[in-house]
Nanobody, 115 residues
Framework: QVQLVESGGGLVQPGGSLRLSCEHRGSIFDMYVMGWYRQAPGNQREMVATFTGGGRRDYVDSVKGRFTIFRDNHLKTVSLQMNSLKPEDTAVYYC?????????WGKGTLVTVSS
């Protein structure tokens, strides 16, 4: 059974940093694309950052220059380093992956940016 298991959320002050990690379990295959989405209360889920198997990284404009996505295919993990966090980054962050045309989601981890 394929699972995406997130870790690393929490409470941080504005300007602070957090690192989210996600482990891909239960499959011998590599996911073509892995990444992170987020959903704030009252908002739709939005793409934050993705990393394809070909090495392409994409970011939503609002996090460019502040967030960096990393991927380790050997360990089957994807991580999101978040710096210079803002209150508007507060959301539940979901790990995402696509394997053989099927989308998979983690359960989500809450990131709260507040003083």
């Amino acid at each position: 059974q394929v699972q995406l298991v997130e870790s690393g959320g929490g409470l941080v002050q504005p300007g602070g940093s957090l690192r989210l990690s996600c482990e891909h379990r239960g499959s011998i295959f590599d996911m073509y694309v892995m990444g992170w989405y987020r959903q704030a209360p009252g908002n739709q889920r939005e793409m934050v950052a993705t990393f394809t198997g070909g090495g392409r990284r994409d970011y939503v404009d609002s996090v460019k220059g502040r967030f960096t996505i990393f991927r380790d295919n050997h360990l089957k993990t994807v991580s999101l380093q978040m710096n210079s966090l803002k209150p508007e980054d507060t959301a539940v962050y979901y790990c995402y992956g696509n394997e053989n045309g099927v989308d998979y989601w983690g359960k989500g981890t809450l990131v709260t940016v507040s003083s």
